[in-house]
């Protein structure tokens, strides 16, 4: 059995967390700028869980490439970091309704972390499904990202009790980080492409 | 025909439904603890849903896999099952929001033991389908899990009459044995797996 | 081209549909019998339309089965097939919410017969496609089914203006009618299957 | 690493999209053609953007289709066409809720000109990634209908402070051009399909 099924099923699953995130944006009844305006915190709250879904799903992707193999626990760790995700909508919209305060913040930011360490065992699942030559465990190397990014979610959690938008820009940071290519994976990657691409 | 398609739909109908869940839990207006206060017990009748969808997608995902030919009695069975699958986030909602009193919980058991029913017909569908010598009806073997879920599901629905949270101890047990892994098909779907392994 | 993404994107556009519908079923704030029962005529609603769903994808998928390459009428002809499609959910809940009325009634009936004949042009585009010797064409045979269907759903339209519960006996057959398994292209299909079956 | 899993994951994202801006024709509560009526005008801004998103889904798969190898920049280049497609809902709903006026209609515009860029650099991103010899370039050869679709949507920006009706129809005929077919990638398309064709 390979990752296919696993794959297409979160997809569908993130696929949705996604679209339903924006659904937090009302339409306004009135249709001057002034309606808009309120929706703005909305918005950027938006921007921000898109991004970081995006993270999970790119994140995801590649782990799922160099995975051939899926068992029952590696089906029930994805679940759980589905969960985490699922309560995504709720929290960004929670976040952006009350103009980003901190306990709706600080809330942001658990689930935020909780989602990481279920990313966490997730890996682990997989690494310990592949035996000690896992491909998976050489890709992710140190893993500095991986080990940064739940570190930064505390921060962010414990900035709420000062200011929130002290935690908004970490969380923010948190987010940046991803962006820098995980080259590692995709090195290995390219090397397995060359062997096995597929001209169509 | 494999039954490649029919899996993909029907990940697609439940990524939707585990998806639609989470939307019982209305984003509140006020941004303090209280606010929150009365959505716990819509969390965690989502919490024991998210569960329930997950041990279907499991053992949909497990049984699929050792289903070759798609028959039209198999489609017909696998849309049955989704129906039930997508009364959840209805009953889900419905008893969260009334603090798990007794009809709600009921209505909650009923679904659960119509979708185990639905589960069982498809089961036979393709036992059916693949003749006396069916792959399937060896791997699932006594399949305990499948004859005693039915049973704690009519056990809660009556215990809704003594005592709702009764029967929330029920449902909750129901769950938590499918968390033992399903030995069985697992082996067989290993050795099936070690001869045709994909090294990608 | 092979028409699996085709497929894939219809298979999630009517896995919306399908689950979406049950979202007019919007949980009740008590919790007694009597606050279930004005939900009952938007559950029969939504049992029929599921119905309805189903057979419409289980056409399309015996349809698109038999699809090798997909041109640009075809892609557009299933996208009009989808837009019809995508009217269920809202037709269902106005019939449902307004207890099978004369006018929801009809304009239930209207859309299920756009539904068909955008269906009717996405098989005639693939037919075109497929040139003279078309095996869409000879595996759908004289398809009465096709061609009665449409027929009862404009009867079920015309019925509304004498009692919209004749309409509805209507609907309920013209739906029933598709359980019939279309032995013309499972024959055709078992047959190309049994060349090309995959044992995993 | 083919297309594939990018594919399924947009189309995922595609189809909720679609879905979810039905969503905006709310059930009325009469049953009566008066309680229908105020409902044209989001009906008629449904229309237009399920077109909108066929299109978008249609050139998506052709392009995607020439894509053999995905890096993380088409990743992120194709998230960032998929943000701004998750906005159509939202832009969709306020347009036809307040009658084609001026404001909705020239953010509708916005938010079009706004994809139409990020399909433009996520084609970019895989022509980069082809290298020279980029099959992609070729297939789009000069690209008008690609060229001329942004110049038409920041036409009919404009034309809102003039008239919103004279911008509804530039918006209008800014999507009828992508009816006509595009023959080159077709054509190349239909060359590598007659080597590669499967007779199943």
Redesign the interface.
Known sequence: ??AG?L???S??????????M????K???????SD?RPLLPIFLSY?LS?FYV?IY??NH?HML?VC??V??SI??AN?HL??WL??F??TT??MG??HF????TA?YGIVLLMAAIAYYLLQQAIIRSQGSNSILKKAIGHDWKGKLSPLLYIVAIAATLHSSWMAQTVLVVAALIW?I??RRI?RR??L??SL?????
Do not use: C, K, Y
């Not at 339409?27 to 700028?33: A, D, K």
């Not at 096995?196 to 169509?200: A, N, S």
């Open positions: 059995m390979t099924r794959e297409a099923f997809d569908g699953v993130i696929a949705i967390i996604i679209t339903i924006v659904l937090e944006m339409v306004p009844h009135g249709s001057s700028f808009l921007i898109f995006g799903w790119n992707h490439h051939a193999a068992t029952g089906l029930w679940l589905l969960f699922s309560l909508p709720f919209g929670w309704e009350n305060t901190a306990l709706p809330l962006l290519p995980d995709e990657l390219e397995s492409q096995t691409i597929d001209p169509r």
